[in-house]
């Protein structure tokens, strides 16, 4: 969705636009500027929208662009009409010059995707007709694929200058409110993450993130989900679990049994991961938190059934490693597919198909929530003849052990002082290091980038070594040691790695490089807290240790506290202070992959607690 030339647009209102007569106060409206771009969002009962214009003042965008998104349908445009009885969304701008209409797509976000990452692609089954026009207005038009429903966009140029979204899907309405309540203690709904996280919040699903992701993702919500946890109501906890059990009877064409909103055709694939998600977070539900003294039991019927096949699913996939420890009996991505865990771009994983977070930390952490919840007859143990709690042993003792890294002092050394070198840093002081691999190649031998996904061990482990704690203490130093910079922890960390290509593969321009996610400093934050909680306090150092990492994790964190909701940034390193300053990734991405000024899972942050006591949710 592009406007040439360069001229800069200011936009003056957006309401929801509910019928040709009457226009409703929204429940929600709120304005987010992030990466360059302002975000205007409303919610009522009938629809919901995002609105992304290209700032004013931002300097580093050639291109001025309206994107419209819906949550419903997640579909989206730039276009209009107040002719047209239809559920939708009105903006008026002005302009402060001529404006040319450039490239506009009108149908599924997904094809909005297609284009602006993927370098113009564009599908010619979301082609559009221009249906009528006059000096004044031009009226496009489009029909579902499904035929059901129509999108419209309709430009109108006079004096004053509209621009409104094509036909939504109006929201279910029923039971859409219990998102305003949804959190816990923050439910007067004037607090603006609240807001926020209500945006993206559904009765029928939880969205992950602003107008690229209004869609349901199974791993980014049941991600957020766990994060949430301690701030979320009973009743929403149950929604997002329940999620999972529509979009699972989706993939198996029993979509009678659940909603049937557009899901992304594009993470079904992740069903393995999500099934690793999905159990630590019900055993942590129904085991570990008190929530007024729910009744731990489970209704016989679909949802007991899904969860029984998920856990005998996971159990049997992990019983080839318990039975003989070898790289090749891991979980890898499938051939062919590069990605598959949360690091889901194709250089992501330093290349290695066998991620680290699926093998060292979620399949152990859902065994051990299998052998908790069959102990507590929640679940039925499984039919086979193993044993979750024994394959959980066997996985938690020996599989790491695979992803160890070594690197002698001097190499470290020489190592860091190229990359330092390399990528424009400065020298710091040097030591030994050891960490665990992002993941293994095919061959079975280490991607040497040090990483945060310590975090997933961390959250979702329950039986977490001494050794890996150390390591996380290790990797919670100064970048480009360990992870931590002024302005966030890195999600990568490529110094030390053999592979000098690594360096500039994962550098600060890449989506999963030396880059802030926002919902991984959360991982590791809300992680450590909970890992805390199991320490024995006989031992005092190395306690004081883990708590002084934790204090250098948040100080990191605070650093960007204005921008920890928004999914993920990147740094430029300052000479003359030796500091990171926050960069905008999309200004740095060859791709231009730009990141969301609201992401669900980032708002994991509202369930956590900084230690120190600064508040993270004001
Ligand atoms: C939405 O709320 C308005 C009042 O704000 C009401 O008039 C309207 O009927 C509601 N629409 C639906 C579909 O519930
Ligand atoms: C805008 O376009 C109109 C019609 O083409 C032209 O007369 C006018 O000079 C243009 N204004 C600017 C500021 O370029
Ligand atoms: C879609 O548009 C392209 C480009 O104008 C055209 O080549 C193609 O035939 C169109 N497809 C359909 C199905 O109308
Ligand atoms: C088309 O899609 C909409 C939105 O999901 C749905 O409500 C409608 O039933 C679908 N129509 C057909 C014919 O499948
Ligand atoms: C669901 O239906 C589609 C289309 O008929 C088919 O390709 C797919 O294999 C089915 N999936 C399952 C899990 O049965
Ligand atoms: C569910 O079904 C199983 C097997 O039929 C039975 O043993 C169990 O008691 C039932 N649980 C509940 C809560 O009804
Ligand atoms: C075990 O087998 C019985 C009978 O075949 C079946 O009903 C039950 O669902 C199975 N349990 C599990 C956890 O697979
Ligand atoms: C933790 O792991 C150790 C070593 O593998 C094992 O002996 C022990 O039973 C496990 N503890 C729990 C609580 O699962
Ligand atoms: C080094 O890394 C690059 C990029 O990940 C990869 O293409 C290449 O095969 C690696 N080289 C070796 C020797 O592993
Ligand atoms: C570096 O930081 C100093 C002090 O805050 C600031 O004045 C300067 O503009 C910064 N340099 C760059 C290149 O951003």
Not at 220 to 239: F, H, N
Not at 460 to 475: C, E, H, M, R, W
Request: proline content about 4%; glycine content about 8%.
């Amino acid at each position: 969705m592009h406007m040439h030339p360069g001229n800069f647009f200011q936009c003056l209102f957006l309401f929801l636009y509910l019928s040709a007569v009457s226009v409703a106060v929204p429940d929600l409206a709120f304005q987010v500027s992030s990466g360059g771009n302002d975000n205007y969002f409303l919610r009522d009962n009938v629809t919901s929208a995002q609105l992304v214009l290209t700032s004013p003042d931002n300097t580093l965008s050639s291109v001025r662009r309206i994107v419209f998104a819906l949550p419903g349908g997640n579909t989206g445009a730039l276009a209009t009409t107040d002719d047209f009885q239809n559920v939708g969304a009105q903006a008026d701008f002005t302009f402060s010059g001529n404006a040319t209409l450039g490239v506009i797509i009108i149908g599924a976000v997904r094809a909005m995707r297609d284009y602006v990452e993927g370098s113009g692609t564009m599908h010619e089954i979301f082609n559009y007709t221009l249906e009528s026009y006059s000096s004044t207005f031009v009226h496009l038009h489009r029909q579902y694929i499904n035929t059901t429903f129509q999108n419209s966009g309709v430009f109108k140029g006079s004096d004053a200058h509209f621009l409104v979204t094509p036909r939504a899907i109006p929201e279910e309405t029923e039971g859409n409110s219990w998102h305003r309540t949804a959190l816990k203690g923050l439910a007067d709904g004037t607090n603006s993450a609240a807001q926020q996280v209500s945006f993206l919040t559904y009765a029928d699903k939880f969205t992950a993130g602003g107008w690229r992701f209004l869609t349901y993702f199974g791993r980014d919500s049941l991600i957020a989900l766990r994060l949430l946890m301690p701030t979320l109501t009973p009743e929403a906890i149950e929604t997002a679990l329940g999620d999972y059990a529509s979009f699972i009877n989706i993939n198996n064409n029993r979509s009678d049994l659940g909603n049937t909103p557009f899901y992304d055709y594009k993470v079904s694939y992740n069903r393995l991961l999500r099934n690793l998600l999905l159990l630590p977070s019900v055993s942590h539900y129904f085991l570990e938190l008190p929530k007024g003294g729910r009744q731990a039991s489970l209704q016989n019927g679909t949802y007991a059934d899904i969860l029984n096949r998920i856990a005998n699913y996971n159990l049997q996939r992990a019983i080839p490693f318990s039975q003989k420890q070898t790289f090749s009996n891991l979980l890898a991505f499938r051939p062919g597919e590069p990605v598959g865990n949360w690091r889901d771009s194709n250089e992501g994983t330093g290349y290695g198909p066998i991620p680290f977070d699926v093998n060292a930390a979620l399949v152990p952490a859902s065994l051990r929530a299998t052998q908790s919840l069959i102990g507590a007859g929640i679940l039925m143990a499984s039919n086979s003849s193993a044993d979750a709690g024994k394959v959980a042993d066997v996985w938690e003792a020996k599989a790491i052990g695979l992803f160890e890294v070594r690197v002698q002092r001097k190499v470290a050394e020489e190592r860091l002082v190229d990359f330092v070198s390399q990528v424009g840093l400065d020298k710091s002081l040097l030591e030994d290091v050891s960490f665990y691999a992002l993941s293994l190649r095919s061959d079975g031998s280490p991607v040497e980038v040090m990483n945060s996904d310590l975090g997933f061990n961390l959250m979702y482990g329950i039986n977490v070594s001494k050794t890996f704690l150390q390591y996380t203490i290790d990797a919670l130093t100064p970048y480009p040691q360990g992870l931590l910079t002024n302005i966030g922890m890195v999600v990568a960390n490529p110094a030390y790695d053999a592979n000098r290509t690594n360096v500039h593969l994962l550098d600060r321009t890449a989506y999963h490089g030396t880059v802030v996610w926002s919902f991984q400093q959360g991982l590791m934050a809300g992680g450590i807290a909970r890992q805390l909680g199991f320490c024995s306090p006989n031992n005092k150092v190395f306690v004081q240790n883990l708590r002084d990492a934790q204090g250098k994790l948040w100080a990191s964190i605070n650093g960007a506290k204005d921008h920890i909701f928004s999914e993920v940034w990147s740094y430029s390193f300052n000479r003359t202070t030796n500091q990171f300053d926050i960069a905008d990734l999309a200004g740095l991405s060859p791709t231009g992959t730009e990141s969301d000024a609201i992401q669900l899972w980032s708002y994991g942050f509202l369930g956590l607690l900084d230690p120190s006591g600064v508040a993270t949710s004001s």
